[in-house]
């Protein structure tokens, strides 16, 4: 799964290709509506949707930009930092190094304590085939 920052530049995208996809349905569907004193247009080559039909369509696509905000919101609420001072975000920042350099150092011990069995593993090795070879000499 991506992290949060990710997440969000993702939702943004989606959110702003809802926007695109809801002006072009309406531009591209909607019916000329006259104000007091004007006449009421047509246009014969317009694809103009039925009103119901229309309507329901323009419902779903406010569902929709309205769901994608509240997910936008909700990463963004759990951001790292929302509600937290710098300080405190600076001294959980030097614990962590803190954690981090020891964490290091015990990996440095566990690498030189497994270098140290290697080295001892291959001299039991070549102490007990030079054994062999030595019996094998005078069998």
Request: net charge negative; charged share 35%; glycine share 4%.
């Given at each position: 799964m991506a992290d949060r920052l990710t997440q969000l530049q993702i939702c943004?995208?989606?959110?702003?290709?809802q926007f695109c996809a809801t002006i072009n349905y309406v531009n591209t569907n909607h019916d000329y509506e006259p104000s007091d004193n004007e006449e009421k247009?047509?246009?014969k080559d317009a694809n103009v949707a039925d009103p119901k039909e229309f309507k329901d369509t323009m419902n779903e696509l406010s569902t929709d930009i309205?769901?994608?905000?509240?997910?936008?919101?909700?990463?963004?609420e759990s951001l790292?930092?929302?509600g937290v001072s710098t300080k405190d975000q600076l001294d959980k920042i030097e614990s962590l190094q803190n954690e981090l350099l020891l964490v290091q150092k015990e990996r440095r011990k566990a690498i030189?304590?497994?270098n140290n069995l290697l080295d001892w593993c291959n001299s039991m090795i070549n102490s007990v085939?030079?054994?062999i070879v030595e019996t094998a000499r005078f069998s």
């Open positions: 943004l995208d989606q959110l702003l290709e247009m047509a246009d309205i769901l994608k905000t509240r997910q936008i919101f909700t990463i963004i790292p930092g929302i030189k304590e497994k085939s030079d054994d």
